[in-house]
Nanobody, 122 residues
Framework: QLQASGGGLVQAGGSLRLSCAAS????????LGWFRQAPGKEREFVAA????????DYADSVKGRFTISRDIAKNTVYLQMNSLKPEDTAVYYC?????????????????WGQGTEVTVSS
């Protein structure tokens, strides 16, 4: 099970850190990803981390502002979001899958958390 948290309302330019606590799977053994879905839009890739933790990938829209990381001891994956923009407003989902790479396609993941809502006001 993946339990996402940390969403909320923040002003443009602010920061949030999303957490995704895993149970039943260890974050050190799976590829991990963050996706988001804005109202009326399709789910889109945000960030991904390889199972080794050595490789990451980011959507162009968040590069330089968002950072994906994990804490193996806490079995949790994080998404640090800085310099937030109104267009970052969405429900954010964490996902995991077996495999080596930082996968970027939603249909490559087989395990999803329930989502946490982020609203960025202008």
């Amino acid at each position: 099970q993946l339990q996402a948290s940390g969403g909320g309302l923040v002003q443009a330019g602010g920061s949030l850190r999303l957490s995704c606590a895993a149970s039943g799977r260890t974050v050190s053994s799976y590829a991990l990803g963050w996706f988001r879905q804005a109202p009326g839009k399709e789910r889109e890739f945000v960030a991904a981390l390889s199972w080794s933790g050595g490789s990451t990938d980011y959507a162009d829209s968040v590069k330089g502002r968002f950072t994906i990381s994990r804490d193996i001891a806490k079995n949790t994956v994080y998404l640090q979001m800085n310099s937030l923009k109104p267009e970052d407003t969405a429900v954010y989902y964490c996902a995991s899958r077996a495999g080596s790479y930082p996968y970027t396609e939603a249909d490559e993941y087989d395990y999803w958390g329930q989502g946490t809502e982020v609203t960025v006001s202008s």
